[in-house]
């Protein structure tokens, strides 16, 4: 034996708020840059693109936050009575609840004896803790937290928002049909690639696809726009 320490750097620790991240800039480059696409279709003037975008940047923010901190509070929720329902199960029937975590045990591939074995030094360590890992599915890495969905989801709407709203502060109405757009492309394909790399995948791929629906977005946004002269 060599003794050298192998380590591997596994990345599924960062899904509740890189998912959350994600989520919150993407929303918040595809739906700011689409609004102000569409009112510029329609024919509005810089003060009320400018104004419109704003209001949907704020507007966005705290609905991502609010839906954010909601969504994973219901999951909370119900890891909290999953577990509570667990714990009561160990007080009042202990030896059923080591029968399941054995049979979980045989059913992953150990033999009878080793699984009994297992179970049994689990449970002696911490037995809600090797019930929620194995037969519920919770672990700390992916158990929800609310607050932190909600800031990361909120803070990376206004990040990826800001810039079609600095756009349309600094540019003429005139430029904005293809400036914002290209602008929010460019953003896109940089959000689908940089996430895609801190989830271990493809780059590529990961900007494509974001690229895509938020080009499809903006595109169909543009067209009510004309055909409808308003600001939607």
Same mark, same amino acid.
């Given at each position: !034996?060599?003794?050298?320490?192998?380590?591997?750097?596994?990345?599924?620790?960062?899904?509740?708020?890189?998912?959350?991240?994600?989520?919150?800039?993407?929303?918040?480059?595809?739906?700011?840059?689409?609004?102000?696409?569409?009112? *510029?279709?329609? /024919?509005? +003037?810089?003060?009320?693109?400018?104004?419109? #975008?704003? *209001?949907?940047?704020?507007?966005?923010? !705290?609905?991502?936050?609010?839906?954010?901190?909601?969504?994973?509070?219901?999951?909370? +929720?119900?890891?909290?009575? +999953?577990?509570? !329902?667990?714990?009561?199960?160990?007080?009042?029937?202990?030896?059923?609840?080591?029968?399941?975590?054995?049979?979980?045990?045989?059913?992953?591939?150990? +033999?009878?004896?080793?699984?009994?074995?297992?179970?049994?030094?689990? !449970?002696?360590?911490?037995?809600?803790?090797?019930?929620?890992?194995?037969?519920?599915?919770?672990?700390?890495?992916?158990?929800?937290?609310?607050?932190?969905?909600? $800031?990361?989801?909120?803070? *990376?709407?206004?990040?990826?928002?800001? $810039?079609?709203?600095?756009?349309?502060?600094?540019?003429?109405?005139?430029?904005?049909?293809?400036?914002?757009?290209?602008?929010?492309?460019?953003?896109?394909?940089?959000? #689908?690639?940089?996430?895609?790399?801190?989830? /271990?995948?493809?780059?590529?791929? /990961? *900007?494509?696809?974001?690229? $895509?629906?938020?080009?499809?977005?903006?595109?169909?946004?543009?067209?009510?726009?004309?055909? $409808?002269?308003?600001?939607?």
């Amino acid at each position: !034996m060599s003794g050298t320490h192998h380590s591997e750097h596994h990345r599924i620790h960062r899904s509740g708020w890189l998912r959350a991240a994600v989520l919150g800039a993407n929303d918040g480059i595809v739906s700011t840059a689409s609004l102000l696409v569409g009112i *510029a279709a329609a /024919g509005a +003037d810089s003060a009320q693109i400018l104004l419109a #975008g704003v *209001a949907g940047l704020t507007a966005g923010a !705290m609905s991502m936050a609010a839906g954010e901190y909601v969504s994973v509070k219901s999951q909370e +929720d119900t890891e909290r009575a +999953d577990l509570q !329902m667990e714990a009561h199960a160990l007080e009042h029937n202990h030896e059923a609840e080591h029968r399941e975590l054995a049979a979980i045990y045989r059913e992953r591939g150990l +033999d009878a004896e080793l699984a009994e074995e297992v179970a049994r030094q689990l !449970m002696r360590h911490n037995a809600l803790e090797a019930h929620a890992r194995d037969e519920i599915g919770i672990t700390a890495e992916l158990s929800a937290q609310p607050l932190q969905a909600a $800031f990361w989801s909120a803070a *990376a709407f206004t990040l990826g928002g800001a $810039f079609p709203v600095a756009a349309a502060a600094t540019a003429p109405a005139a430029a904005l049909l293809w400036l914002i757009p290209s602008l929010a492309i460019a953003l896109l394909a940089a959000l #689908g690639a940089t996430a895609a790399v801190a989830g /271990g995948a493809s780059p590529l791929r /990961g *900007a494509v696809r974001v690229c $895509f629906w938020g080009t499809l977005a903006m595109g169909l946004t543009a067209a009510v726009g004309r055909l $409808f002269g308003v600001a939607v």
